[in-house]
């Protein structure tokens, strides 16, 4: 389906996703995952996996857009954990370690191994050149990350 973007999201029509390894160690079932009797599972099921995207920004309203300097038919790349923006780490502004944890494709919103992805109003983008092809622009989260 295709997803209606709401206040403040937008939607992207992917252009290219990675496979990350803890996609392959998500879908084997890792506990780091799924839980185990040490601990619970953080992922959810259901959810839509794909964390490393480019994608092409094909609906948002103006005020969102404005906001993220960008227009209908722009690229952009999103870091893959959605901060909560209220937590202690967010409000630190160390986001990265948000205790919340949202992230897309594992938590909280479904990720991009999909024609579309709603980005939520929380999460963060980065604008990407038309030029850089879809498969060489998804690598901007691996790199980042690492
Ligand atoms: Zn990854
Ligand atoms: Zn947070």
């Not at 389906?1 to 403040?8: D, L, N, Q, S």
């Not at 209220?86 to 502004?93: H, N």
């Not at 919340?100 to 594992?106: C, E, L, P, R, T």
Request: charged share 20%; glycine share 10%; net charge negative.
């Amino acid at each position: 389906p295709v997803p209606t973007p709401g206040p403040g999201e937008l939607l992207l029509r992917t252009d290219a996703v990675g496979i990350c390894a803890s996609d392959l160690k998500c879908y084997h079932g890792a506990a780091k995952f799924w839980g185990d009797e040490n601990r619970p599972a953080w992922a959810e099921t259901n959810r839509i996996p794909g964390h490393e995207f480019v994608g092409t920004v094909i609906a948002g309203d103006d005020t969102t857009l404005t906001k993220r300097k960008l227009s209908l038919g722009d690229r952009i790349a999103c870091e893959q954990i959605v901060p909560c923006w209220e937590c202690r780490y967010c409000l630190e502004g160390a986001y990265w370690m948000c205790a919340v944890h949202d992230m897309f494709g594992f938590k909280g919103h479904d990720g991009a191994m999909a024609e579309y992805v709603l980005v939520p109003a929380k999460a963060l983008t980065h604008p990407v050149s038309a030029d850089l092809p879809g498969q060489v622009a998804a690598f901007a989260e691996p790199l980042s990350c690492a």
